[in-house]
């Protein structure tokens, strides 16, 4: 079954990037912290990037996001999703308007002007029409920016939220939760590594009691 996983980087104060991201800085100042365990020789974490990336069957991303991903510093053919992963599943981007141009013209992306959730319904379709071309779940992974990831789960279109909490403190930058309805979540796992906490947690319905493991 597809789930719509909600995957993004923490630091401790609860910020997905440092002060003053832009397109040429999209982590912001000191926010490099936060992918360490992206780029980690540690096997847990390899597993971990591993094992996620491979899961993902489509990718929503935010605008502001997709500019950065898609600048001249950007990914490339090296470092992409899933960092060194470099993977390249269905790509689908929010947004008001259309880029006139994109640099990674051999991505797959689908840009949608209809809002949110419109987005993460493409997605899902994409998600499972790859889960039967590979013959196994393949899941839709929201995977930021902050306000993109917020505003999923504020809508209650968010399944599963993976963290990956790292070790630092930034002081500022951009928050991942800003206020909004409560939400509950469920524990599911907690890896801890040499460069970070990797936390996954169902998120569940008003109402609704814990989901069980899958």
Not at 16 to 29: A, F
Not at 101 to 116: E, K, P, Y
Not at 139 to 147: H, K, P, R, T
Request: with cysteine; charged share 20%.
């Amino acid at each position: 079954m597809t789930r719509i996983i909600a995957d993004i980087s923490v630091s401790l104060d609860g910020f997905v990037t440092g002060p003053d991201p832009g397109p040429d800085s999209g982590l912001g100042t000191g926010g490099e912290a936060l992918h360490t365990w992206a780029f980690s020789d540690d096997p847990e974490d390899r597993r971990c990037l591993r094992e996620g990336t491979a899961r993902s069957g489509a990718v929503v991303l935010g605008r502001r996001l997709f500019d950065v991903v898609d600048g001249p510093n950007g990914w490339n053919d090296d470092v992409g999703y899933g960092a060194a992963e470099a993977a390249r599943p269905a790509f689908v981007v929010v947004t008001g308007s259309p880029p006139e141009s994109v640099r990674l013209g051999d991505f797959d992306w689908t840009f949608v002007t209809t809002g949110l959730p419109d987005a993460v319904a493409v997605a899902r379709r994409r998600a499972e029409a790859a889960s039967s071309a590979a013959g196994q779940d393949l899941d839709a992974v929201i995977m930021g920016g902050g306000a993109t990831v917020g505003s999923a789960l504020a809508a209650g279109l968010v399944d599963t939220l993976v963290l990956h909490l790292a070790p630092v403190v930034l002081g500022a930058g951009t928050p991942l939760f800003t206020g909004g309805a409560p939400r509950t979540l469920s524990q599911r796992s907690v890896l801890r590594t040499s460069t970070a906490v990797h936390l996954t947690y169902d998120v569940l319905r008003p109402g609704a009691g814990a989901r069980p493991s899958r």
